[in-house]
Antibody
């Protein structure tokens, strides 16, 4: 079964850090670009970051640029999002998605609060 | 940044009715426009990719059209299970962006 499973969400303090992960299975992970998308409570979808299959192309939304870092380990079929200098407005469900979004994870919740 | 606008924001529809949702881009994006359906407490689901390409497993009542700046998602003969929020998403240029969503409610 083709699957993406996120983990690592939780509570962080403003200014703090958190790393969320996404594990892929049932497909050739290294052949696909990946992206992170978030959804704040009661709000719409917001694209966060993109990484190509070989990590040669990486891009970020302006709202997270300089604070978040996307990476992947194709040997471990895993995608990561390192989130630093967290703000209250980063509170959201974070989803990983494959390629154009034909496969999504179930999401992991990040809450930034003191 | 390419801004996507959707209309309407909300639509209340009776079963078997036809639904049309439009997505307009602030500049030309070719056909790099995708449509997603999201139901409450669920992850988004891809309905249409690259403006008009169908997705395996998605009912044939969902179709997409358009290119450049104007795009349309059509749901023919709406079913009760289609109650959801629908989003368009462009992958033509960075930063990628989503539309604000269109909520479809069943009367």
């Amino acid at each position: 079964e083709v699957q993406l499973v996120e983990s690592g969400g939780g509570l962080a303090q403003p200014g703090g850090s958190l790393r969320v992960s996404c594990a892929g299975s049932g497909f050739t992970f290294s052949s696909y670009s990946m992206k992170w998308v978030r959804q704040a409570p009661g709000k719409g979808l917001e694209w966060v970051s993109y990484i190509s299959s070989s990590s040669s192309t990486i891009n970020y939304a302006d709202s997270v640029k300089g604070r978040f870092t996307i990476s992947r380990d194709n040997a471990k079929n895993s995608l990561y999002l390192q989130m630093n200098s967290l703000r209250a407005e980063d509170t959201a469900v974070y989803y990983c998605a494959r390629g154009e979004g034909d496969v999504w994870g179930q999401g992991t919740t990040v809450t930034v609060s003191s | 940044e390419i801004v996507l606008t959707q209309s309407p924001d909300f639509q209340s529809v009776t079963p078997k009715q036809k639904v049309t949702i439009t997505c307009r881009a602030s500049q030309s994006i070719g056909s790099s426009l995708h449509w997603y359906q999201q139901k409450p407490d669920q992850s988004p689901k891809l309905l249409i990719k690259y403006a008009s390409q169908s997705i395996s497993g998605v009912p044939s009542r969902f179709s997409g059209s358009g290119s450049g700046t104007d795009f349309t998602l059509t749901i023919n003969s709406l079913e009760a299970e289609d109650a959801a929020t629908y989003y368009c998403h462009q992958s033509s240029s960075f930063p990628f962006t989503f539309g604000p969503g269109t909520k479809v409610d069943i009367k």
